[in-house]
């Protein structure tokens, strides 16, 4: 479903928000932490650089930096009031169902609404809560109240697993499913993204670059920043395994993408070459790469404008998939 360009972009409708936002988003966990130090002037550079390349859709959470994010994204907003801007919520708190109460939800997106600056949030989603959650009518009762009060303006969830997805897809009230979705985890392409199509749910597609490998830019003998997931989390120490490198064994991964790289047309990164086949893939709304640079900001944009990627790519992407990378992710996710 497609909307006007803006900025050059295509825009295309987030499922059941009814609101268009650019098919290049951004992902703003680095803004916050986790990715290595990001000072607020940098992270507004980042912001701005995207917005002028067309992007409308900016993704964020009130853990990212426990709230840093979320704040500096809301001075942004003072000046550009039509940025659409989902937020998370949930991994403040211990992950126990039991947790995800209206009374926490009415607290959590206050607490969000006041870092962004805004009277209603464009939408909310439940940041990979437990899996039991999911399934709660209690959980989407209290999501829907919180749509009635005019907190949020819509409501949708981050997931981890397929099934989770499925779960949610499944809800009348769910907007949007964000999903772990690059050349490396192709899992949602079988059923998640063809049943939120049917339904008429958006796809926001996250760690799309797999963690920065798909960029091609790392080495085996690279070395990340101590408070970088991608030194404490390879093994999933801190928070979900597949969160970090999509769940593929880092050395796994670099070979994988000096393979992937050799598939980029004249022209084109890597990391854009991955950025044009998530947006091609049918069901895809938006996809949210991260930056930690304006130049990183205006490169990622501009994968919007590659020509789709011939189906001869697409094919060796399935076929590396499916020789490198399938044993180690397809049945976890």
């Given at each position: 479903?497609?909307?006007?360009t803006i900025g050059g972009m295509e825009q295309r409708v987030l499922g059941r928000t009814g609101r268009a936002v650019s098919v290049v988003g951004l992902g703003t966990w680095q803004l916050g932490a986790d990715w290595g130090e990001v000072g607020e002037e940098q992270a507004l550079a980042v912001l701005s650089a995207a917005a002028e390349a067309g992007v409308t859709f900016f993704d964020t959470a009130d853990v990212y930096g426990d709230g840093r994010s979320e704040q500096i994204i809301g001075r942004f907003l003072r000046e550009h009031p039509d940025v659409f801007v989902a937020t998370k919520m949930g991994r403040r708190a211990p992950l126990d169902p039991a947790?995800?109460?209206?009374?926490?939800?009415?607290?959590?997106?206050?607490?969000?609404?006041?870092?962004?600056?805004?009277?209603?949030?464009?939408?909310a989603q439940l940041h990979c809560p437990p899996t039991p959650v999911y399934s709660r009518d209690a959980v989407y009762d209290a999501l829907d109240a919180l749509v009635a009060e005019k907190r949020i303006a819509a409501y949708g969830v981050s997931v981890e697993t397929c099934d989770e997805a499925l779960t949610a897809i499944a809800r009348p009230g769910t907007a949007s499913v964000q999903i772990i979705l690059n050349p490396f985890r192709l899992k949602p392409l079988e059923r998640v993204l063809p049943a939120a199509?049917?339904?008429?749910?958006?796809?926001?597609?996250?760690?799309?670059?797999?963690?920065?490998?798909?960029?091609?830019?790392?080495?085996?003998?690279?070395?990340?920043?101590?408070?970088?997931?991608?030194?404490?989390?390879?093994?999933?120490?801190?928070?979900?395994q597949g969160e970090t490198f999509s769940g593929v064994d880092y050395a796994t991964g670099v070979e994988a993408a000096a393979e992937f790289a050799s598939l980029a047309p004249a022209r084109a990164t890597p990391a854009q070459t991955a950025l044009r086949w998530i947006i091609q893939q049918p069901g895809v709304t938006s996809v949210i790469p991260g930056a930690r640079s304006p130049e990183q900001a205006r490169a990622n944009s501009a994968a919007a404008e590659l020509e789709p990627l011939p189906p001869s790519t697409l094919e060796a992407v399935r076929e590396l998939y499916d020789r490198r990378i399938r044993a180690q992710v397809h049945d976890r996710w």
């Open positions: 479903m497609g909307a006007p947790e995800y109460t209206l009374d926490n939800f009415r607290a959590w997106t206050d607490r969000s609404r006041a870092n962004l600056g805004v009277d209603t949030l464009d939408l199509a049917e339904a008429g749910v958006g796809i926001i597609a996250r760690v799309p670059l797999a963690s920065g490998l798909l960029s091609g830019r790392y080495t085996k003998e690279t070395v990340f920043a101590a408070d970088d997931h991608r030194t404490f989390n390879r093994h999933g120490e801190a928070f979900d």
